[in-house]
């Protein structure tokens, strides 16, 4: 796993952006729903779910199954539960778990955490966004794993994301075309 600095100690950080299969349903409007339903609270426009506990993480992919294929893997990568099972007791012990979705506009696009950067009652997780010069017309669907710290995050701090660079969720850059 590719590992970050963070803006508020000198450890590494795991981060994993697993590109999968497209949601069956709204993702962001499920990620949203489910946060509110088991009263996760998020900041930020972006739903991301942190979970303090195996438990709740395996409950999570239970819930996600009408939405999210959590049990294949898409191309060479490998499922969604698989992932999320290499998050044991042992991680949850010094570490919470964020959980985010992204939509990008071109399979070309790639999603890294540059930080993560602590204010008084927030967490946020500072993503860079890598596009090539010439990008593929698909659109990829990524989920997003980000350990947070416990001496960071606590127990309650809420979890958001910021885009540092790169187009963000869906949205593309429109360029008005002169002759």
């Given at each position: 796993?590719?590992?970050i600095?963070?803006?508020?100690t000198a450890e590494?950080?795991?981060?994993?952006?697993?590109?999968?299969v497209p949601?069956?349903t709204?993702?962001k409007a499920f990620?949203?729903q489910y946060a509110?339903?088991?009263g996760?609270?998020y900041c930020g426009?972006?739903?991301?779910?942190?979970?303090?506990s195996q438990?709740?993480?395996?409950q999570?992919?239970?819930d996600?199954s009408?939405?999210f294929?959590?049990?294949?893997g898409?191309?060479?990568?490998?499922?969604?539960?698989?992932?999320?099972?290499?998050?044991d007791?042992a991680?949850?012990?010094?570490?919470?778990?964020?959980v985010?979705?992204?939509?990008a506009t071109s399979?070309?696009v790639?999603?890294?955490?540059s930080?993560l950067?602590?204010?008084?009652t927030?967490?946020?997780i500072?993503?860079k966004?890598?596009?090539?010069v010439i990008?593929?017309?698909?659109?990829a669907?990524?989920?997003?794993f980000v350990?947070?710290?416990?001496?960071?995050a606590?127990?309650g701090a809420?979890?958001?994301i910021?885009?540092?660079?790169?187009?963000?969720?869906?949205?593309r850059r429109?360029?008005?075309?002169?002759?």
């Amino acid at each position: 796993m590719p590992t970050i600095r963070t803006h508020d100690t000198a450890e590494s950080v795991p981060a994993v952006f697993l590109r999968t299969v497209p949601p069956r349903t709204d993702a962001k409007a499920f990620m949203r729903q489910y946060a509110h339903r088991t009263g996760m609270m998020y900041c930020g426009d972006w739903p991301v779910l942190c979970f303090s506990s195996q438990d709740a993480l395996t409950q999570f992919l239970r819930d996600a199954s009408p939405c999210f294929i959590v049990n294949e893997g898409y191309g060479t990568n490998p499922a969604l539960f698989e992932v999320a099972s290499r998050f044991d007791k042992a991680f949850f012990e010094e570490n919470r778990l964020a959980v985010f979705y992204i939509k990008a506009t071109s399979g070309s696009v790639k999603y890294a955490v540059s930080a993560l950067h602590k204010t008084e009652t927030d967490v946020y997780i500072l993503l860079k966004c890598g596009t090539p010069v010439i990008g593929t017309c698909d659109i990829a669907h990524w989920i997003a794993f980000v350990a947070v710290p416990r001496q960071i995050a606590g127990t309650g701090a809420l979890v958001g994301i910021q885009f540092l660079s790169g187009p963000s969720l869906g949205i593309r850059r429109i360029t008005k075309l002169t002759p």
